[in-house]
């Protein structure tokens, strides 16, 4: 069943993923080469506990951290540690929180120091494919319609989908109904009504699209050692469109503009998320 969220519920909601965005818009700012993952996981959770709030997935299924901090090759769920993010490296930092009853959850790749331009291309053709999968999120659109865009986007510029791990309903649980693989045929599945909310998650790698997971029993990383990049907005289906909750000012104003690169033809103004 997918819960529907009632206009108060939905306000709680914005406030949990307001926090989440400020936070990740924090941590962006730190990273930089010689600095860990896992001084990054302390300021996250000294903020997110700092704001009333409890962090989403620490002990979560026994995952020990707070943040998610997928290096390079690794996917996600990379557990933060001692070693020293690299000039070159790019980092996924995904981060959830539960305040006052209700779950916020989004990711972020973010380039440690200079990339080389073929990894600038995969964050900006992952974020731009988050950016298209939410122009989806319509009253009566199909789930199925936001993974058919993150392929076709990704697709088109040489990169691959990861089919192990898909976006999901959020709201009084982290992981709730529907499911939304970021591949397939529009137009299946559910249809989107106003108050669903969902995490919309396109996880891209510069290689082949299969995933392994290492023997800390939690990091997924791809098999071919190819980089792998990771946005996730959380987003509400309402009857004006897609509102993005954990959308921030500093996400506007990344390294990886939202629009940056994108076709004339596609519509960007009238069907743009609303921030
Ligand atoms: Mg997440
Ligand atoms: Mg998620």
């Not at 943040?67 to 990379?78: D, F, K, M, Q, R």
């Not at 690299?86 to 930092?93: E, K, Q, T």
């Amino acid at each position: 069943m997918i819960v529907c969220k009632s206009p108060a519920e939905l306000e709680r909601m914005r406030v949990a993923n307001a926090l989440v965005a400020a936070v990740l818009a924090e941590l962006r700012r730190l990273v930089a080469p010689g600095v860990t993952t896992k001084e990054l996981d302390t300021v996250a959770e000294r903020q997110i506990r700092e704001a009333g709030a409890v962090p989403a997935f620490k002990g979560y299924q026994g995952f020990p951290a707070t943040l998610c901090a997928s290096v390079n090759e690794a996917v996600v769920h990379g557990i933060p540690d001692a070693t020293p993010l690299a000039d070159g490296d790019i980092v996924s930092l995904d981060m959830g929180v539960v305040l006052d009853g209700f779950y916020g959850d989004s990711a972020i790749t973010v380039p440690v120091g200079s990339i080389s331009d073929r990894a600038a291309d995969l964050l900006r053709v992952t974020r731009e494919a988050l950016d298209l999968a939410m122009e989806q999120v319509q009253v009566k659109g199909h789930v199925s319609d936001i993974g058919y865009a993150v392929q076709r986007h990704v697709e088109a510029h040489g990169f691959s989908v990861v089919r192990e791990f898909v976006g999901h309903g959020i709201g009084a649980k982290l992981h709730e109904e529907p499911q939304i693989p970021n591949y397939g045929e529009p137009g299946r599945g559910p249809r989107l009504a106003a108050g669903m909310v969902l995490a919309i998650e396109p996880m891209v790698n510069m290689g082949n699209p299969s995933v392994k997971v290492l023997g800390d029993g939690w990091t997924a990383v791809t098999r071919d050692g190819s980089l792998s990049a990771h946005f996730e907005h959380t987003v509400a289906v309402t009857s004006d469109g897609p509102e993005v909750l954990t959308r921030s000012a500093a996400d506007e104003n990344g390294p990886v503009a939202a629009l940056e690169g994108r076709e004339a033809a596609e519509p960007e103004l009238a069907s743009s998320p609303r921030s």
